[in-house]
């Protein structure tokens, strides 16, 4: 009988760890919720570096988590405006500021961003055989999107570098092929 109740325990136990176990729920990652499209008002989504604009009834996914971050996380670098006009919208939630094309920086996705705590931290991105540090000062947001504070644009997937011009010349990707490129990417 003692036999029986430890190896009950343990059998409790394990499935305890692995339904609760924070690494493994990161991994996963699933989708929190979603978001119902709306048509934006007329010239009100900014397509400029061929961004998407929400589709009118269309519901998109949402998340609160990213990937795990390693020495080698696997990302999509998107192509992002941090200038005033740009397509990221308004200015950059680090700072308040905005930034210069011709300056590598990013927006990681919702969990990555960890509520600010990367803020002006660099991290550095591979991709096309070559590297490039380059300093956290936004959010792509992973839980809100078609409004006008995103501009009416969808929610970022939970694993997005969004990137200004100056990162994907540092990687020396011609600029026919701007716009999605799969990456590693690791905190500096």
């Not at 136990?13 to 991994?27: D, G, K, N, R, Y």
């Not at 990652?29 to 009100?44: H, R, V």
């Not at 011609?174 to 500096?188: K, M, R, V």
């Amino acid at each position: 009988m003692k036999i029986f109740n430890l190896r009950a325990s343990l059998i409790l136990l394990v499935i305890f760890l692995v339904t609760h176990s924070p690494e493994i729920e990161a991994q996963s990652c699933k989708p929190s919720g979603k978001i119902k499209g709306i048509k934006p008002p007329p010239g009100q989504c900014n397509k400029e570096n061929d961004s998407d604009c929400c589709v009118q009834g269309k519901f998109y996914p949402t998340f609160k988590c990213s990937p795990s971050v390693s020495s080698n996380t696997k990302a999509t670098l998107t192509l992002n405006s941090f200038q005033k006009g740009g397509d990221g919208g308004g200015p950059s939630e680090c700072d308040n500021q905005y930034h210069s094309d011709d300056t590598p920086v990013v927006a990681l996705s919702t969990g990555w961003y960890s509520g600010g705590g990367r803020c002006h931290n660099h991290i550095v991105i591979n991709g096309n055989g070559r590297s490039v540090r380059a300093m956290v000062v936004d959010e792509c947001d992973s839980t809100m999107g078609c409004d006008e504070d995103h501009d009416y644009q969808p929610p970022c997937a939970n694993n997005i570098v969004d990137a200004s011009k100056a990162v994907w010349k540092a990687l020396g990707v011609s600029e026919d092929n701007w716009g999605d490129l799969d990456i590693t990417w690791t905190d500096a």
